[in-house]
Structure formats: structure tokens, C-alpha cells
């Protein structure tokens, strides 16, 4: 079945510090998600990319979709206390339904020191 | 307002026990679905109902059962529980692209 891969799966910084993590799939996704999840809190949208190639910026983060879409990546620059979360990304299944079933990346865990 | 909510947000229960979660949301979307987050964090789906029907039913134990009594209530009752399902449980919703969760339901059986 597919798969969505995400690396690293820890990673801590110093506040300042830039941060990236990586998502890649076994299967070429019509679009991907990416959310933040809060420490005791529940996954929240980021943003969606479906365009190859894609970048869009928010603020501090940066995310790209790859050109095979296959592939995507958040950057945050300056990290901040405030970035502290679980980050994951998610594509939907290969077949593609209109009812939206995504799998998730395994996260990938960012800790921020001061 | 809460746009998707769940009921109680913590559950703590002897193994045997059966338990029930309730899921709510406000934002008028047709898709549900239930996920389970395990100790490290990984996002599973499990169940997911558009319009009070079943549509997405993964490799789940038969002792979970979803029921879908409109399509603005989700809930999740689970027999027998056992101690691999201390877990925190999601509720999501979706209309178009990104799905809304809910706050969470950590189910720990002992």
C-alpha cells in the first residue's frame, strides 16, 4: 500500500536555528498537507500543495512540493519557542477517492531550546 | 465556537470494560472520520463516514464500531476493551481539501 515516509523523525534546535523536514512517498500525490501539532494538542492544517513544484511561503516556513510530486519539504527559519510541535505531512491515497482519506508521515518531532 | 468536538477528553478504564467516544461538528461537512495517535505519535486512520455512511473502514478490530447517527455526529464504542488501545483517539471532519480535528479523547486502559 502506499506510503508516506518522513524524516527526521526528532530534531532538536537552538532557538534561531533554521529547522527542515522531509516527506517522501512511494506513489506520485495529486496534492500534499502539511499540519502542526501542539504538545497536548491536536493536528492542525498548514497548508495544502498540489502544483508540481510548488512553493508557498508562510511567514517563517517555507514549503515546496518536488517536481515528481512525490517529494515535499517544510523549512522554518529562526526557529522559535513558539514552533515546538509535531509536524506532518499527508497525501492522499493512490486511488485518489473524493472522500479524502490521507496517510500521514510518521511526524517528525521539533523541540526548541532557548 | 468549538468547530469539532469530542467527549470526555480523558478516559481511563479497566481492561474488559467496553467505552464509548462522542465526536461533534458544527462546520456543516459531509466527511468523518475517527484516527488513533499512538505513543509515538503516529496518525492512523480508522473509520470515516460521509453522510452517515461508512465509507473508509480500515483493518481495525472487530470491537470497535463506529455509528454515524447524522452526518454532524461521529461516535466510536469500543468492546472489550484491551490495554493495546490506550491510545488518543481523533475525531476529523473534512469538506474540501484540509480536515478538522478534534481536541482528542486519551483512552488509557489498565
Known amino acids: 500500500g502506499q506510503q508516506v515516509m518522513q524524516i527526521p523523525q526528532y530534531q532538536h534546535v537552538q532557538e534561531g536555528e533554521d529547522f527542515t523536514t522531509y516527506c517522501n512517498s512511494s506513489?506520485?500525490?495529486?496534492?500534499i498537507q502539511w499540519y502542526k501539532q501542539r504538545p497536548g494538542g491536536h493536528p492542525v492544517f498548514l497548508i495544502q500543495?498540489?502544483?508540481?513544484?510548488e512553493v508557498k511561503k508562510q511567514k517563517r516556513l517555507t514549503f515546496q512540493f518536488g517536481e515528481a510530486k512525490k517529494n515535499s519539504s517544510l523549512h522554518i527559519t529562526a526557529t522559535q519557542t513558539t514552533d515546538v510541535g509535531t509536524y506532518f505531512c499527508?497525501?492522499?491515497?493512490?486511488?485518489?477517492?473524493?472522500?479524502?482519506?490521507?496517510?500521514f508521515g510518521q511526524g517528525t518531532i521539533l523541540t526548541v531550546h532557548p | 465556537d468549538t468547530a469539532v468536538s469530542q467527549t470526555p477528553k480523558y478516559l481511563v478504564t479497566q481492561m474488559g470494560n467496553d467505552k464509548s467516544i462522542k465526536c461533534e461538528q458544527n462546520?456543516?461537512?459531509?466527511?468523518m472520520y475517527w484516527y488513533k495517535q499512538d505513543s509515538k505519535k503516529f496518525l492512523k486512520i480508522m473509520f470515516s463516514?460521509?453522510?452517515?455512511?461508512?465509507?473508509i473502514n480500515e483493518t481495525v478490530p472487530n470491537r470497535f464500531s463506529p455509528k454515524s447517527p447524522d452526518k454532524a455526529h461521529l461516535n466510536l464504542h469500543i468492546n472489550s476493551l484491551e490495554l493495546g488501545d490506550s491510545a488518543v483517539y481523533f475525531c476529523?471532519?473534512?469538506?474540501?481539501?484540509?480536515?478538522?480535528f478534534g481536541p482528542g479523547t486519551r483512552l488509557t486502559v489498565t
Open positions: 500543495l498540489v502544483k508540481s513544484g
Open positions: 506513489t506520485t500525490l495529486s496534492n
Open positions: 499527508a497525501g492522499p491515497n493512490a486511488g485518489g477517492t473524493s472522500y479524502g482519506k490521507l496517510t
Open positions: 463516514y460521509n453522510n452517515k455512511e461508512l465509507i
Open positions: 476529523a471532519s473534512r469538506t474540501g481539501g484540509e480536515q478538522y
Open positions: 462546520l456543516g461537512h459531509d466527511t
